[in-house]
T-cell receptor, first 114, second 117 residues
Framework: DAGVIQSPRHEVTEMGQEVTLRCKPI?????LFWYRQTMMRGLELLIY????????DSGMPEDRFSAKMPNASFSTLKIQPSEPRDSAVYFCASSSSHRNTEAFFGQGTRLTVV | AQSVAQPEDQVNVAEGNPLTVKCTYSVSGNPYLFWYVQYPNRGLQFLLKYITGDNLVKGSYGFEAEFNKSQTSFHLKKPSALVSDSALYFC???????????????FGRGTQLTVWP
């Protein structure tokens, strides 16, 4: 398996534009997580899904953020409109429902909003 | 409530010396504990985990961690540090409790390890 695949790796956009981040989890994994990492706040859980259903979105900072998982092999995180304070590295991770298994992380998307 | 604490933002150690990166946790039910490492501009990589059994678990790159239930700790250790071990280390916990947070991993803030030559 190629692991968790995120795209794009880097994104630079202007304030006010819509940004869509994409994630392909590992095949067979039924949990998918979106994290944001910044120097100030560290690693924050934004939202996670189980069997394509959002379980906890309490970490989503505000209504400008939305996430979907239309099927088991694809998820998106959308920011509309984007703001400079959204600049961060966004990670997607997936894991199996077997509780003794670890989560596997993608390489991340570095988002810069100017 | 589930949580993980990494009390040290930074750990500095000389190459060849033993290293310890500390982690304590709070979780409902039995804990499943994990350590991850992050190199610059990379995602988090799994190092090792404790699920059950022997309190001392061994992982990648010569790292090991000791589970201490009474102290609710899971410190990461390595007998002899390498310069290439310099990275950001995260401790994480998952609850065995079948509640609303089942499946969720709780991460600490991370500890920056620097190994100097």
């Amino acid at each position: 398996d190629a692991g968790v695949i995120q795209s794009p790796r880097h994104e630079v956009t202007e304030m006010g534009q819509e940004v869509t981040l994409r994630c392909k989890p590992i095949s067979g994994h039924d949990y998918l997580f979106w994290y944001r990492q910044t120097m100030m706040r560290g690693l924050e859980l934004l939202i996670y899904f189980n069997n394509n259903v959002p379980i906890d979105d309490s970490g989503m900072p505000e209504d400008r953020f939305s996430a979907k998982m239309p099927n088991a092999s694809f998820s998106t995180l959308k920011i509309q409109p984007s703001e400079p304070r959204d600049s961060a590295v966004y990670f997607c991770a997936s894991s199996s429902s077997h509780r003794n298994t670890e989560a596997f992380f993608g390489q991340g998307t570095r988002l810069t909003v100017v | 409530a589930q949580s993980v604490a990494q009390p040290e933002d930074q750990v500095n150690v000389a190459e060849g010396n033993p290293l310890t990166v500390k982690c304590t946790y709070s979780v409902s039910g039995n804990p499943y504990l994990f350590w991850y490492v992050q190199y610059p501009n990379r995602g988090l990589q799994f190092l090792l985990k404790y699920i059950t059994g022997d309190n001392l678990v061994k992982g990648s790159y010569g790292f090991e961690a000791e589970f201490n239930k009474s102290q609710t700790s899971f410190h990461l250790k390595k007998p002899s540090a390498l310069v290439s071990d310099s990275a950001l280390y995260f401790c994480a916990v998952r609850s065995s409790f079948r509640g609303s947070t089942l499946g969720r991993l709780y991460f600490g803030r991370g500890t920056q390890l620097t190994v100097w030559p």
